[in-house]
């Protein structure tokens, strides 16, 4: 009877440990949210907004999971979905490993603790393994209105991750960053010259960014940008300038997954007094004119695409 009484006490202690990874999960994409919205967008074939939906679903489908396994509801159900889930991350995280070698983080855990796809599938072995053992083995557990309180529960997961963190379409004009005028390029005591080209940014359409080189949203936003562009075929009619030196670029564009955009860099008084002193800051203009100006939060793939297509 003792070793009963353990044996049901070291199994409810497991389900409980394996339903914490899954929450765990959730809460480290959904805080800071950023990374995994750009990785899903980066390996997948969805617009911007739907990468931001998705990711979402992404999360409330852990989140899920991690509070049905601590329930101990629908046991069966639950854990042959987690072990199904778990398979099909595995997987894709096995086409990342192959198709993607310089992929240094899947995001399975957000930015809170940085795995390659290798060993997030070591990882995956290990809690499918243990989801078998806890299907063999489960218990369950049932009460009255069970149907009833299991689709509150769904409704009140699926709302978690789009309440604490609205994708960016669903505010898009809570930001107030409008800016009317020219880009007063005739302060910058430069010759916009790139790789043996000039650049005349006070004729046609630009998008003209400003980043510091060590700024994350800096960075995010480049990756956004980039991948705009490439997926809509677009001219290349963005011009950045840095703040920050010339040895820090190349880790930029590594950081932002880019090849590249034509830069200069400033002083940053020249810098702070042309951009504005919100980062990253980011100004649609033609024939030196605003038309548009925004941050990190509200670079939308479709202002982009009807600006330069």
């Known amino acids: 009877m003792e070793n009963l009484k353990w044996k049901y006490i070291f199994l409810h202690a497991l389900r409980f440990l394996y339903g914490a990874v899954f929450i765990y999960s959730a809460f480290a994409k959904l805080y800071p949210i950023e990374g995994f919205e750009l990785f899903v967008l980066e390996n997948s074939f969805l617009s911007w907004n739907l990468s931001t939906v998705a990711s979402r679903l992404l999360i409330a489908l852990e989140l899920g999971l991690g509070v049905f396994l601590w329930l101990n509801i629908y046991s069966k159900q639950i854990q042959k979905l987690a072990i199904a889930i778990l398979s099909a991350f595995t997987v894709y995280l096995l086409f990342l490993h192959f198709s993607k070698n310089n992929v240094e983080n899947c995001n399975c855990f957000g930015s809170h603790l940085e795995l390659t796809p290798l060993e997030s599938i070591f990882k995956n072995i290990i809690l499918i393994g243990i989801g078998v053992f806890l299907y063999k083995f489960r218990t369950s557990f049932s009460f009255k209105s069970i149907r009833s309180i299991t689709f509150i529960l769904i409704v009140i997961v699926l709302l978690v991750p789009f309440v604490l963190s ?144």
């Open 166 to 309: 609205p994708p960016d379409f669903m505010v898009k004009h809570r930001y107030d960053n409008e800016i009317e005028g020219e880009l007063n390029l005739q302060l910058l005591d430069v010759d916009f010259v790139y790789n043996n080209n000039e650049y005349d940014l006070s004729s046609g359409k630009w998008i003209v960014c400003f980043y510091s080189t060590g700024c994350k949203f800096c960075k995010m936003s480049n990756n956004k940008i980039t991948r705009f562009v490439e997926r809509h075929d677009l001219p290349e009619r963005v011009f950045i300038f840095f703040l920050g030196s010339e040895n820090e670029i190349q880790e930029f564009w590594n950081d932002s997954n880019s090849d590249g955009f034509p830069y200069e860099i400033l002083s940053p008084a020249e810098f702070f007094t042309v951009g504005g002193n919100r980062l990253p800051s980011i100004f649609f203009i033609n024939d030196k004119k605003i038309e548009h100006h925004c941050l990190y939060r509200d670079l939308f793939e479709e202002d982009v695409t009807t600006f330069l297509e």
